[in-house]
């Protein structure tokens, strides 16, 4: 699926600035407002989601963001050599984006996703 290489780039060039506007990393990408040594580069941005990185994302996305979406098969996705594992990535690196817009745009997307769900859920079944 096409989808999923640009929405993990998508999601990971929000971070990017993100981490850029809250003081964690300067303009070389080096850590300056973290519990890591100052002026460690910040290769990539599990560096930032990690508990020391220094960009707050509440501990539960923080943990989604670094299991389902930038693990290894995100990262084979991102650079084109993954086989397989598209279709749930492109779920898994939508939701991230719907939750970067909840925490850092004041949207609630996720509230209202949920409650979709639910209301979904709840309709009678019939054919």
């Excluded at 050599?81 to 984006?97: D, F, K, N, P, Q």
Aim: contains cysteine; proline residues 4%.
């Amino acid at each position: 699926m096409y989808a999923c290489r640009h929405l993990l780039a998508g999601l990971e060039g929000a971070l990017w600035p993100t981490a850029s506007q809250a003081g964690v990393i300067n303009a070389e990408r080096q850590l300056v407002n973290s519990k890591r040594p100052p002026g460690l580069h910040a290769k990539g941005v599990n560096v930032l989601l990690r508990p020391d990185g220094g960009l707050e994302v509440g501990t539960s996305f923080s943990i989604f963001l670094l299991a389902g979406v930038f693990n290894d098969t995100g990262n084979d996705i991102r650079h084109g050599r993954a086989e397989s594992g598209h279709t749930s990535h492109t779920l898994w690196s939508y939701i991230g984006v719907l939750g970067w817009l909840d925490r850092f745009a004041g949207t609630a997307l996720m509230r209202r996703v949920r409650e979709r769900l639910h209301d979904e859920l709840r309709k009678p079944s019939g054919g």
